[in-house]
């Protein structure tokens, strides 16, 4: 059935670039997704690409899909202590569902 | 610019007990739908209504009945809840670009 993957931790130094990879097995997924949690909060909506793109940046957030090897990144520049939370990556299936990753957790060094 | 508005926030049940979680959404979305959210297994779908007077079950129906009242109002039933339906649960919404915007979710503890 359809999956998506990711590590569930990442540490990095407060001022560093951050990389969050997911892996998804739908090919026919047309959206994919980036969601960020906070702590008692709800998902928020980060960014998405459409499968026909290979890359989409927006301020610090830069989106690299190589939908050959169904993988997806997640970049986050200059990572900052506001950035920790549980971020999602998601990808819409073919019944027009997304289905989600078990999330990966950035904390944030000083 | 409420967006998604999910009723109760918290909430204690007894082994068997009955309750709705609610849920609305005021941007004329088509698209519900109603997720759990469990440590380390990420979101899984419950059940979702692709437009008003349709639902459709996802991942994890068993256990759970919705009703899509009207486009505005998603609501999910728990009959005779269970220790295993102990979760946070999240109801979205989905406009025609295909992404969803969540509610603030019901912390849901089943004793």
């Known amino acids: 059935g359809e999956d998506v993957e990711q590590s569930l931790f990442l540490s990095v130094r407060e001022g560093d670039s951050s990389v969050i990879n997911c892996t998804y097995t739908?090919?026919?997924?047309?959206?994919l997704y980036w969601y960020k949690q906070e702590p008692g909060a709800g998902l928020q909506l980060l960014t998405y690409i459409f499968s026909n793109m290979d890359m989409k940046q927006d301020q610090r957030l830069t989106v690299l899909l190589n939908k050959k090897d169904k993988h997806l990144s997640l970049r986050i520049a200059d990572t900052q202590t506001g950035d920790s939370a549980i971020y999602f990556c998601g990808a819409q299936s073919s019944a027009s569902k997304i289905i989600f990753g078990s999330g990966t957790r950035l904390s944030i060094r000083p | 610019n409420a967006g998604v508005t999910q009723t109760p926030k918290f909430q204690v049940l007894k082994t068997g007990q009955s309750m709705t979680l609610q849920c609305a959404q005021d941007?004329?979305?088509?698209?519900m739908y109603w997720y759990r959210q469990d440590p380390g297994m990420g979101l899984r779908l419950i059940y979702y209504s692709a437009s008003e007077g349709t639902t459709d079950k996802g991942e994890v129906p068993n256990g759970y009945n919705v009703s899509r009242l009207n486009k505005r109002e998603f609501s999910l039933r728990l009959e005779s809840a269970a220790p295993s339906q102990t979760s946070v649960y999240f109801c979205?919404?989905?406009?025609?670009?295909?992404?969803?915007?969540f509610g603030s979710g019901t912390r849901l503890t089943v004793v």
């Open positions: 739908d090919s026919s997924s047309t959206y």
């Open positions: 979205a919404s989905r406009d025609g670009t295909a992404s969803d915007t």
């Open positions: 941007m004329n979305h088509n698209s």
